[in-house]
């Protein structure tokens, strides 16, 4: 079982953690230009923290849901793995399933982590902590080399992914066709999202798409799960689980 999985916002949505472009979304009520954007940082740092660090609380007092634990599940089973998330959140490396987790090496987080930050003129880069107060909030953190301002470790609209990372994904998909390759919790409207499915699936593997809703990968699929991630996950890995271990 070779297994690649690309999970979306929607993955976490039953955590408590809003889509981007879903009911509620964030975009629905947010202008990504104000928010999401180096532009935006430049123009307003302080609006950006605030609501990062807004996200950061929602995440925090969020737990991982069944879909996670799914994943962590196939991880574990497979004789090789990976998981490529756009989701910045932690809810993927929290997950557990038979008292164990994905490895460090097991998932790419593509689009950055919320929970690090980075100098916006040096490579320095931080871990952040757990206690962070509204006061916190208010001063803009500095780079301790540079003086520079600190940003949020994640990808914006308009930036490039990091080569470290996407390299990750390169290494994989080019050693092998995947058997299976499941998109879970995406609109898939990246063109490497896509990409990588299609490639990860090769000519022999089968590609699974669950989703409540339609996407741009929907056609690819072999089979689309028109359900939420946390009822099909389980039972779909379940089932294949059961298949290769018969
Ligand atoms: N289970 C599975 N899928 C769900 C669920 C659920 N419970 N709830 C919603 N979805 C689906 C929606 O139908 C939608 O197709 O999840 C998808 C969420 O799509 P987006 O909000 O566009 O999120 P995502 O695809 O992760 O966005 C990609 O865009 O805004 C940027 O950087 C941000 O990483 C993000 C990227």
């Known amino acids: 079982m070779r297994a690649l999985v690309i999970t979306g916002a929607g993955v976490s949505a039953e955590s408590g953690i809003p889509t981007f472009r879903g009911k509620d979304g964030y975009w629905r009520n947010l202008d990504p230009a104000k928010l999401a954007t180096p532009e935006a ?18 995440i925090r007092s969020a737990q991982p849901n ?14 090789e793995f990976l998981l490529v998330t756009q989701n910045v959140d932690d809810l993927h490396l929290r997950a557990e399933s038979e008292g164990r987790r994905l490895s460090r090496n097991q998932i790419v987080q593509i689009h950055g982590d919320i929970f690090v930050t980075r100098c916006s003129h040096c490579e320095r880069r931080e871990e952040l902590c757990d206690a962070e107060t509204a006061s916190s909030a208010r001063t803009l953190p500095e780079c301790p080399e540079c003086g520079a301002l600190m940003r949020p470790g994640v990808v914006w609209f308009g930036e490039q992914l990091d080569p470290g990372e996407t390299s990750l ?9 995947c058997n299976l390759v499941i998109v879970a ?17 090769g000519q022999t593997g089968q590609l699974i798409e669950v989703n409540p809703e339609e996407t741009s990968l929907s056609q690819f699929a072999a089979k689309s799960f028109r359900e939420p991630a946390g009822i099909a996950l389980p039972r779909l890995i379940d089932e294949l689980l059961s298949k290769v271990s018969a």
């Open 185 to 201: 919790g995406t609109t898939a409207l990246f063109g490497y999202i896509i990409d990588w499915a299609l490639r990860g699936r």
């Open 66 to 79: 069944p879909a996670h634990q799914a994943i962590v599940k196939l991880a574990a089973h497979a004789n």
């Open 169 to 177: 994904v390169e290494d994989f998909l080019t050693s092998g066709d």
């Open 41 to 58: 940082f430049a123009n307003n740092p302080k609006l950006v923290w605030e609501w990062y660090r807004e996200r950061r609380e929602r």
